[in-house]
């Protein structure tokens, strides 16, 4: 396990904001939601769309350069 995939896992169950850019475009997206799962290949994260509705997002690790993550702490309330 590397130090990020480590760092990842003391997070899991943490609200938090990656920011990354996918492979062969210069934009830099984010994605804010709970931590479920870090693997090699993929993080995974529950997240709510513009509707409110409860969406399950999977980021392949190798498809993306991945920036910065910012831990928002544990949830309270929805999640």
């Known amino acids: 396990m590397n ?5 990842l896992k003391q997070l ?13 475009e210069n934009e830099m997206r984010e994605t804010s939601g709970i931590l479920r799962q ?3 290949n993929m993080i995974h994260l529950t997240i709510y769309n513009s509707y409110g ?9 190798h ?3 991945l920036h910065s ?4 702490g ?3 309330g929805a999640f």
């Open 38 to 40: 870090v693997t090699k």
């Open 3 to 7: 130090e990020l995939e480590h760092i």
């Open 53 to 61: 509705e409860k969406v399950e997002f999977y980021l392949n690790r």
């Open 74 to 76: 544990k949830p309270k």
């Open 63 to 65: 498809a993306c350069t």
């Open 12 to 24: 899991i169950g943490h609200k938090v904001t990656l920011h990354y850019t996918p492979h062969e």
């Open 69 to 72: 993550i910012a831990d928002e």
